[in-house]
């Protein structure tokens, strides 16, 4: 950067502040616009251009940013190729050990829309500037000095591993939240990257800190991660690594499930019509229920490659199962006394009041209720948790992806919620929000606070077909507007409605068809994953490498009625 002309570093600049006032324009964000301006001001030596920056992040200079591009690009040593503008970027937002989600989304969309650039090219710009900032030390130290410095890292160690304790440290190093350590999960990334001395660079002290605050508590260390502060009558909150494969990148996405279907015991029929063995070992059992909830909690989201690094939370699975149970059993009765002719004639015409329903459909109601009104309170509490477990910093300062479906998507909401309550503190977290079939309200007043701690995308994906959300949940809130069956009534860019209806039938096939569904969002990447093959994200054919290409930025706030293709002719079946 130090060589770039000023014309260019001036194009830099203006284009930033450009692109402050393009996404984030609200009152919300001026102090993180005034602030982010100042620190790129100071990083390019345009302090004296701060008057004209403020006009164009204000907007009010009629400028835009194509002339800029251009000017960036016509850069001599650039040669027509926007990385170096993107990898500066980068690198001066890493330093502070704080990734903004803001800051990503406009990042984000330079490289993939100004420059040209793939995903997989911005991504592994990430990566090489964490490496840079990680080998990174302020000046050069004494002898005592280092010594010292060793002493106080081995006493931080060990503080983290009493904190987290065995089972966590049996399941790999903890990336501290101070930077004491840097997790080998980073370090097998890096390798990839750079080579074995360039991850062995990483591991150093200099720049830990950065790192750290980067990362937070990596791999073993969020999995053994518990809530000190109890929120309601919540008894179960972790965190399970759902991720394919090693590494570690500048975003982590945390799905979230609805409900769970009833686990299989041992001792059940296998393929072949053999019966497992059984065993007496307490353990042994243990384990194995430990690893069925596991696969249970992962299924909805086996075809989810968004992040290198992916989370499922893991809450109240005894009642989300008793929730699965429930609506399996609701869905076998309605069959079985024919309420789909019912359905037709009443719900699906508007008479939605209770006093209206059948005689055999209040009967099947008085299923779920206690289950659904169980798993619907405590879904709040734990959004809360989920909330507050972000703004510690456990899953480091970086920009988090949010996906849920069902009472999923109702954690997703209180979890935002509780973000917006905590005004500047819950900003610049979350990235992307995806919210599907929500049972919360949907009304406009209620979701437009949402937007101010959503960086990028919030999607509300729904289907006007959900005859348990149409009985069960306006019944039970006597609420009218229901968010996962309707449009969100916002006009605002990063605002975005699908429309599952051609897809979704019954609110069970949110999680059968639940990589359908995020397909349909159209913006987290997604492979189908078949019996006969397990694609790895490496080896994506190109047809699925052009699909992850037309991944769109934050941008139109209109109904996306999703052209799904295959799944509709299955859907027709039902």
Sequence with gaps: MANWSDPTRYAYASLFALSLNERYSESCDLEFRQRSLHRLLQHLNLMRCESMMQLLMENETGHTKGPYVEMLLDEPDFHRDGTRVVYDALQWTLMKGNYDARIRVILYEWATQLFGLSVEHFEMLEDAVVQRVSNFSPGSKSPQEEDEQKKQTKMKQAKKYALIGAASVGGGVLLGLTGGLVAPLLGASLATLFGVGGAAAAGSVAGAAVVGSLFGAAGAGVSGYKM???????????????????????????????????????????????????????????????????????????????????????????????????????????????????????????????????????????????????????????????????????????????????????????????????????????????????????????????????????????????????????????????????????????????????????????????????????????????????????????????????????????????????????SKKI
């Design 228 to 570: 000190n502060k109890r929120v309601g009558d919540v008894e179960e909150f972790f965190f399970v690594p759902l991720s394919p494969g090693e590494g570690s990148r500048l975003n982590v996405t945390i799905t979230v499930p609805g409900w769970l279907p009833p686990i299989t015991r041992r001792g059940s029929n296998d393929e072949d019509g053999e019966k497992d063995d059984v065993t007496d070992d307490e353990n042994s059992d243990t384990d194995e229920d430990e690893a069925v909830q596991r696969q249970r909690l992962m299924q909805p989201f086996d075809g989810l490659i968004h992040s290198r690094e992916q989370y499922g939370l893991q809450y109240e699975t005894k009642y989300l199962a008793e929730m699965g149970q429930a609506i399996d059993t609701i869905c076998s009765m309605a069959i079985s006394m024919a309420a789909t002719e019912v359905l037709k004639m009443t719900i699906f015409h508007g008479l939605l009041s209770a006093v209206a329903l059948p005689r055999t459909i209040l009967s099947l109601t008085s299923i779920i209720d206690n289950p659904w009104n169980v798993c619907c309170n405590r879904s709040a509490q734990v959004g809360e948790m989920l909330a507050e477990s972000l703004m510690d910093g456990n899953f480091g300062r970086r920009p988090v992806i949010l996906c849920g479906f069902s009472l999923g998507a109702r954690v997703i909401y209180f979890c935002l919620k509780e973000l917006q309550r905590k005004g500047e503190k819950g900003r610049g977290i979350v990235q992307d929000a995806v919210l599907i079939g929500t049972p919360v309200t949907g009304s406009p007043v209620e979701w437009r606070p949402l937007l101010e701690v959503v960086a990028g995308r919030l999607v509300n994906a729904y289907s006007e077909n959900d005859w348990v959300l149409k009985i069960i949940y306006r019944t039970a809130s006597a609420a009218y507007d229901v968010a996962g069956l309707q449009a969100i009534d916002i006009q605002h860019e990063r605002l975005v409605n699908v429309d599952l209806s051609q897809l979704i039938s019954g609110h069970g096939d949110y999680r059968t068809k639940a990589t359908e569904c995020l397909k349909a969002t159209r913006l987290l990447r997604v492979v189908v994953i078949t019996p006969e093959t397990v694609q790895d994200p490496a080896d994506m054919s190109d047809s699925s490498k052009e699909d992850e290409k037309d991944r769109l930025i934050p941008g139109s706030s209109s109904v996306v009625d999703h052209p799904i293709r295959s799944s509709l002719k299955e």
